[in-house]
């Protein structure tokens, strides 16, 4: 079994697409640009989902579920929206197959079944939502309303990789909608932070908050709030938007509500979304040439115990030590595998745990029987020392915890070297070209200025950080006044 | 706001309506037979999804996630299953809008965007699945494969009804593959199992374990299991199907695996799911003219706390009794909700969590601080008591268990009164039209009479239960032999 994944510096795209596949966390499927997402693959999303789906729930927020199906005549209503997503629309113009008269035991499209309306299947749910919130909304007393909905959403790409680009993936996609502009611009904000706060603090990888220009704004949004995360090969992915809608949807749904003072106005509006892209920036920003690397929060099995024996007998004593081990690990909470097949070598087991990223690993052989010690292996680092036995149930939980930290940290550090300033536009295709990451540079504010340096450079403003200072300076590229630096990078 | 219900009596079908939409359960949406699951109703389906994961988990099974779309060619694959579907599938032909150059800010489907070959939106995902399985399966070592997955799918539906019969609904499907009939088999029932005791001990709604007749069977298995709940108006209610598949979509999609015997065999399969559709079994089994009740296992809300007071002050007061009865119920893992709006009546309160089906409400006055005492109101037998404040926090937890455990006995109790075994035809039809439930009735084992019985009566036969005795008989409508009794209902 060749599991020797092409080196990251060799081709770091290869080196990706291996790594998902033989790491049994996806798969392309015989529906083009559709992937499958494997046990594996998903139990790490279930992580994510949970953690998230608490943090919704602690600030106030309720799942509920639309129809996958959008009338074309509701999708067309919010027109910037509807112009966004018409390109890449999968569109059900039928409901019935029927025998095909000329080829028995096929079947074909009944012309007889044609829709009256043709259903688009939601690339985001904004329409059928807004349309449905029209109903629920009447007075300042049914606002706000705080709606996530876990769901699947299809946009047709062309162009398609695992997890990062497909043309059906999973998101959450929150619809948040509100009785005036402070509430809804707070909210923004509000979700904004926790996205950050999740993909720092759960999945171990730093971001950069801000704001999109105009031209990479959601589409039928006023303002796109994102975060930004930084993948080894020093492109940027966008983890996470959250949408100040203002009553652009509002107006097209014509959705108005009785204010406390009497009056009436448009509802104002955000929507907010993460979604399985997340595992694409969870692989390229700590994984490494020997395969997956994962935070210890996000791993389906955090330690497996290998045994290394000779014979029946051997094996018993062993797993008598390791079963104790794994009961003293789960009451502390710690998720645990003893792999005791007996049909594949210890080798090919460490092998294969190293692929799947599990962090920590333990092996026990007959030596490590006679000392009382087992021989600890940690992922992230790929360091081995041997532990006493009865160490192991106080050292492991921290342990975890020191490796979370670790791998926060060496990411971090990644990121911020690969911040570089720069003051002209010759630096700027050098640093791009030479060394990649973010560019901290000035930009004049104007679109054609940002498509300009696209077209030269494939780079795109990545966000204008919350942190930007106000300085004086002269955009790179055309040398007109700016009064902050914004983040360029190649992305994702 | 006119919450007030039809009465079941007067109109079953019109309460069964009015109910989901008051209740705040579910609506219809603007796409036609595809429903929005409002939050409330979405939080109970969370909790049943939740213990229903743990259940499958801790057999062992994992969670993944298969495409939405299916290619036609693979969809018509395994030729009976196909057959059994094509009527109701929707149909995705293009993957693109463009602008409508006759109507100016409205969309058209583009005919240069048409798919070579059309998808269909999954109406249950065994094509796809064992399309995928094919690739997965070599040898004996690869199997068991056992994966769930939730989903939503499409069917669709010419009359369709709230939770009961939606173009798209939500479910849970698990797809299995084993090396030997007997895996399967047991794998089979195993579920069936599982389902029966999740929908008895969690949803408090009896069930009955058993075979569906071939006509009864699902598309391409070679036997259905099921479990059939029993409704308060006397029709039954198919909550869960566990399918043996045989080698039927093994054959169809050629997966084969050597064995450890060194032959070469087709594989062997199971499928089964529940869905959306437990929603409104839960909801005819447990409710009354008033609302919803809830098994307090389901309950967002298990207990409500309502204030009536006059003044701040007063307010306060009850505030801080209601704040520290609510914090030790939670320690204890009892959901409370404080309700303490201002701008509705208690009244009005009342009415509403009434109608909600919160378990209980304890209700807190002026008089009931003198006695350091509050009112407490069960929904299932809608009794109020007094009781002192000091009491709540041990006595609430086992009066939800006593809940939990009266509304399944009164269930059982109904469901038991109204299984009736006839052994003429004549009383067949007199026993469905005066008291309907189930009717235990000798059948001859044959489609044709299966049909006629169904055509005079509307009754089909629902299950031929696992605990059938053997016992000489004659068909309640061929007169012809009969070794057991099968069950008879209208059923939705």
């Known amino acids: 079994m060749s599991k020797k994944l092409t080196k990251r510096e060799e081709d770091y795209s290869k080196w990706y697409n291996e790594l998902v596949v033989k790491a049994d966390l996806a798969e392309n499927s015989a529906v083009r640009g559709c992937m499958i997402i494997k046990p594996y693959g998903f139990a790490i999303w279930e ?5 998230l789906d608490k943090k919704f729930k602690a600030t106030g927020h309720q799942n509920a579920y639309f129809p996958l199906f959008v009338p074309k005549s509701l999708f067309e209503a919010e027109e910037k929206n509807a112009e966004g997503f018409a390109k890449e629309c999968a569109v059900v113009t039928h409901y019935r197959l029927k025998n095909n008269p000329d080829a028995p035991g096929k079947l074909m499209v009944d012309p007889a079944a044609k829709l009256e309306e043709e259903l688009v299947v939601r690339p985001t749910s904004e329409a059928i939502i807004w349309n449905t919130y029209k109903n629920w909304i009447q007075s300042y ?63 171990a990888i730093p971001v950069i908050k801000g704001i999109k220009t105009e031209s990479e704004r959601f589409a039928g949004a006023e303002d796109t709030h994102c975060i930004e995360a930084l993948m ?21 749904f014509d959705v108005k509500f009785a204010t406390s003072e009497g009056g009436l ?34 791993a389906p099995i955090q330690v497996v115990i290998v045994p290394i024996y000779k014979g029946k007998e ?40 190293e692929l799947k990223g599990v962090p920590l690993r333990i092996a026990i052989g007959p030596k490590d ?38 791998l926060f940290a060496k990411a971090l550090r990644f990121r911020d070297e690969h911040i570089t300033a720069v003051d ?10 030479d060394k990649g990451g973010f560019i901290a540079a000035h930009w004049d504010g104007t679109a054609a200025t940002e498509e300009a340096i696209k077209q030269a450079t494939k780079a795109t403003i990545r966000c204008i950080p919350y942190t930007a200072k106000e300085e004086e300076g002269s955009c790179v590229f055309s040398g007109n006044k700016s009064t902050k630096r914004v983040l360029f990078a190649k992305a994702y």
Chains 1, 2 share one sequence.
């Open 141 to 203: 007393r049914d606002l706000p309303i705080l709606i996530n909905q876990w769901a699947n959403v299809v946009r047709w790409e062309m162009r398609t990789r695992l997890f990062l680009r497909t043309a059906e993936f999973l998101w959450q996609e929150g619809h948040t909608a509100h009785a005036t502009e402070q509430e809804a611009l707070d909210e923004t904000l509000l979700i904004n932070n926790l996205y950050a706060d999740f993909v720092e603090n759960f999945m």
């Open 232 to 252: 080894q090969d020093g492109k940027a992915l966008q983890a996470g938007t959250s949408h100040f809608l203002g009553q652009n949807f509002a107006k097209a």
């Open 369 to 406: 029987l006679e000392k009382q010690q087992v021989e600890l292996a940690r992922r992230d680092t790929l360091e081995k020392s041997f532990v006493p036995q009865d160490q192991l149930s106080s050292l492991i939980p921290s342990l975890l915890e020191e490796i979370q930290q670790t």
């Open 47 to 51: 992580k994510m989902k949970e953690e």
């Open 265 to 298: 106005d448009h509802v104002w509006a955000t929507s907010w979304g993460v979604s399985t892209r997340l595992m694409g920036a969870l692989i390229m920003t700590h994984s490494d040439d020997n395969g997956l690397v994962l935070p210890p929060n996000l």
């Open 424 to 433: 002209s536009f010759e630096e700027f295709k050098k640093v791009l070209e």
């Open 314 to 353: 051997q094996l018993d004593e062993i797993a008598g030590i390791a079963n104790k081990i794994k009961s003293e690990l789960e009451k502390q909470g710690v998720s645990v595998k003893f792999d005791d097949r007996d049909n594949v070598k210890p080798g090919f087991k460490f092998n294969d745990y």
